[in-house]
């Protein structure tokens, strides 16, 4: 089997509102606002969970025993390119802002929605915006960190 390249394959966007996380439409999914294109390369960040590890050893254990706790995810954040004139993704992720970040990987960005796709649902709250610092032969960015607010759906298909 081929690897598969992620260059031009993530389709990130930031929707209002979705009844069902494990099942978003397509019309849910349009009434989001597509971020992937103000995102910088790297701007998709901590999307990876933790698992906790919770100790099963006994006193009389010779070797340390564990099961799977809590997830969590740590660090989230998006990291997006600052647009001149109206920019409706900066006025819009402002803090307290509640919403879901939907990420579908593996199929090319511009590829509409479309029902039975694999898509990642995070409830989410955001958090203060940060400029970064200015640097030469960069544009102007920010950041913006994101709580997770509920269990997300990792495994959703568009319905």
């Not at 989230?76 to 390119?81: D, F, Q, W």
Request: hydrophobic share 40%; charged share 20%.
């Amino acid at each position: 089997m081929p690897d598969i390249t992620s260059d031009g394959k993530t389709r990130v966007a930031w929707v209002p509102s979705i009844a069902n996380i494990n099942a978003p439409t397509t019309t849910e999914l349009n009434a989001g606002m597509l971020l992937q294109s103000t995102m910088t390369a790297d701007g998709l960040a901590g999307f990876r969970p933790e698992t906790a590890d919770v100790d099963t050893s006994s006193l009389d254990s010779t070797f340390n025993t564990a099961v799977n706790g809590r997830t969590s995810f740590s660090g989230t954040m998006l990291r997006l390119k600052r647009q001149s004139g109206t920019d409706t993704i900066f006025d819009t992720l402002v803090r307290d802002a509640a919403g879901y970040i939907v990420i579908r990987r593996s199929v090319a960005s511009t590829t509409a929605w479309a029902s039975a796709q694999k898509v990642e649902v995070y409830p989410a709250l955001c958090g203060e915006v940060a400029r970064i610092d200015p640097e030469p032969n960069t544009v102007e960015r920010y950041e913006i960190p994101l709580k997770i607010t509920a269990s997300p759906a990792l495994r959703a298909a568009v319905a």
